[in-house]
């Protein structure tokens, strides 16, 4: 069974290897979420998340027989750059299974630390069935991500520190994929402080443990879909879902959307890059997900900040979308002079920006002697967006 000492047993190996990460106080998103909102940033964390912890336990407290053979781990990017770092400090050979759609940043990444990446067919799950199998083919040392109990012990210390850093911790928000993060660093904080609320977070895209606990038994997932690619699991292990079960008050989801917004938020507020996985805690608070934080200190653990710079803008164009700073509008004109020099005053009027034209005079649907007119806009918020329809309006123009 865990213990909490073995929890300390592994802050004590992970002394001089792993990051202490600051716990960061942001007033910005505490105004906008209504509570004294803080953030624990592991996506500061050596190789850019809290993985690390958990692989480096695991790995330390192998045999010297296991640990010749070598190692093997699945990973849809963090664990596999967790096990390959470890890996290279204890000198041992690493194979790690991915997902070929895992970001491309998070591959090369895993091959810096010298470890052999093996690209799968699918998504994690696929990829530790593949792990699985070159296991018992070749007698490597499997280094599971999630569902083992110096993993957890590992991901625990992210805990540990939480309890050290905030003295008056009300909740603590930690994203759930397989939930080895979530299921450790609970059972620390429940364990040395039995009033504190702890709150998981899945995508709504792949909520595996969510619903498994909701129903009281592991459910298995058909497919998961997420922008959030670190939590993107199909099945959650039997150690992590009691230990969930027992320490968690409540694991509620988040859509891609919000998650965007959250991502944005922790980029222009706080200066900080997260991925999609590491964001769904911060995205859950921003958008009333989480009961009864009014006024309370409240935890977020940002687990992770690896994401892939090629979908990075489309991600923000998202988040930008979804709290209203960018809008597109098309509106029916007719075709005489001076119809757009009259809506790009009546914009600029309301303070709004235009980035982008479409003028159609051969639309399909646009009257005989009229065109259509679309634009993009850099609004402030929503209420920003209906005051710019509302002005076109009143100027007599047909929004569509």
């Known amino acids: 069974m865990l213990t909490i000492e073995k929890v300390y047993d592994a802050q004590k190996a992970l002394k001089g290897i792993t990051r202490v990460t600051d716990v960061i106080y942001s007033p910005s998103l505490s105004k906008s979420c209504g509570c004294e909102l803080y953030l624990k940033s592991e996506n500061l964390q050596l190789t850019g998340s809290f993985k690390i912890r958990g692989a480096y336990y695991k790995i330390s407290r192998l045999s010297e027989s296991e640990k010749s053979v070598g190692v093997i781990a699945c990973s849809a990017g963090n664990h596999a750059q967790g096990v390959a770092l470890a890996s290279k400090k204890f000198g041992l050979k690493a194979k790690i299974c991915m997902p070929k759609s895992a970001p491309i940043s998070k591959i090369e990444a895993t091959k810096s630390y010298g470890a052999e990446v093996i690209l799968v067919d699918g998504v994690y799950d696929d990829a530790h069935d593949e792990a699985e199998r070159l296991k018992t083919k070749h007698g490597y040392t499997f280094i599971h991500p999630f569902d083992d109990e110096d993993v957890i012990a590992g991901q625990g210390t992210v805990g540990l520190e939480i309890f050290d850093q905030l003295e008056k911790v009300d909740a603590v928000v930690i994203p759930i994929g397989g939930g080895g993060l979530a299921s450790g660093a609970a059972f620390a904080l429940k364990t040395l402080k039995p009033e504190i609320k702890i709150y998981g977070v899945q995508s709504e895209g792949a909520p595996s443990m969510a619903n498994s606990v909701r129903d009281r038994h592991i459910e298995i997932l058909g497919s998961v879909s997420t922008v959030a690619d670190g939590i993107a699991v199909k099945e959650p292990g039997s150690l992590t879902f009691e230990l969930c079960s027992s320490y968690i008050d409540e694991i509620v989801t988040v859509t891609d959307e919000q998650v965007s917004a959250a991502i944005l938020a922790l980029i222009e507020k706080q200066k900080m890059i997260a991925e999609g996985a590491g964001a769904v805690s911060l995205a859950a608070v921003m958008f009333g997900k989480i009961p009864d934080i009014a006024g309370k200190n409240v935890c977020c653990v940002i687990s992770g900040g690896n994401i892939d710079v090629n979908i990075l803008s489309r991600i923000i164009n998202r988040g930008l979308l979804i709290s209203g700073r960018r809008c597109t509008i098309t509106m029916e004109l007719q075709d005489r002079p001076g119809q ?36 993009q806009l850099e609004t402030r918020n929503f209420e920003h967006i209906k005051q710019i329809k509302a002005a076109l309006k009143k100027r007599g123009f047909r929004l569509i």
């Not at 020099?341 to 159609?360: F, K, M, Q």
Request: net charge negative; glycine share 8%.
């Open 340 to 375: 757009l020099v009259e809506v790009l005053a009546a914009v600029a009027e309301c303070g709004g920006n235009i980035t982008e034209v479409l003028h159609e005079r051969l639309h399909h649907k646009a009257d005989i002697n009229g065109c259509h007119l679309r634009i």
